[in-house]
T-cell receptor
Framework: DAKTTQPNSMESNEEEPVHLPCNHS???????IHWYRQLPSQGPEYVIH???SNVNNRMASLAIAEDRKSSTLILHRATLRDAAVYYC??????????????FGKGTLLTVNP | KAGVTQTPRYLIKTRGQQVTLSCSPI?????VSWYQQTPGQGLQFLFE???????NKGNFPGRFSGRQFSNSRSEMNVSTLELGDSALYLC???????????????FGNGTRLTVT
């Protein structure tokens, strides 16, 4: 099953762009790349997802490499409220007949004022 | 549009007791998944329901069970509670089952269960 690799932590300054990388070299052709983030004492929050083309929404942009083996979540102007753990996820089919999302450790993003 | 609602927010139980947690999905969402989050193990998948049927199950003992009602609301039950069951239990809803496709998960803020 496809797995993802993310840095344990990253640091950014407020109002600067943030590029959060994710490697997924074993991704299959039909797997979407999902990003979620989790603030302390809250459930994970959906950020963005994509398959092949770059995607934009009001929260972030997702840049997907042409070979789909890596992707980058882009926060265009980081704010203090963006400080969270960011998870890059592919679906996991191990042990069941249907897919589920398996969350790894994610990247802890610190935003400095 | 209301988000995913989980009740209660906090719960304290004693070893050996049982507990029932409730989840109301986003209107129109028919799939509900449950996750357990602990500091040591992170987020772990428990099970997923769609149209009142369990579609997938994680690697948890049979003490953990769930069900889904015709209005898509879901409940999770843990019997014979153990200290290690202390965790944040999260519910997520989506339009279709088999998460990870083109239908993202939307999580509630969880129920914090403490077993003493």
């Amino acid at each position: 099953d496809a797995k993802t690799t993310q840095p344990n932590s990253m640091e950014s300054n407020e109002e600067e762009p943030v590029h959060l990388p994710c490697n997924h070299s074993t991704i299959s052709g039909t797997d979407y790349i999902h990003w979620y983030r989790q603030l302390p004492s809250q459930g994970p929050e959906y950020v963005i997802h994509g398959l092949t083309s770059n995607v934009n929404n009001r929260m972030a942009s997702l840049a997907i490499a042409e070979d789909r083996k890596s992707s980058t979540l882009i926060l265009h102007r980081a704010t203090l409220r963006d400080a969270a753990v960011y998870y890059c996820i592919l679906r996991d089919r191990s042990g069941g007949s249907n897919y589920k999302l398996t969350f790894g450790k994610g990247t802890l993003l610190t935003v400095n004022p | 549009k209301a988000g995913v609602t989980q009740t209660p927010r906090y719960l304290i139980k004693t070893r050996g007791q049982q507990v029932t947690l409730s989840c109301s999905p986003i209107s129109g969402h028919r799939s509900v998944s449950w996750y357990q989050q602990t500091p040591g193990q992170g987020l772990q998948f428990l099970f997923e329901y769609f149209s009142e049927t369990q579609r997938n199950k994680g690697n948890f003992p049979g003490r953990f069970s769930g069900r889904q009602f015709s209005n898509s609301r879901s409940e999770m039950n843990v019997s014979t509670l153990e200290l290690g069951d202390s965790a944040l239990y999260l519910c997520a809803s989506s339009l279709t089952y088999g998460a990870g496709g083109d239908s993202p998960l939307h999580f509630g803020n969880g129920t914090r269960l403490t077993v003493t």
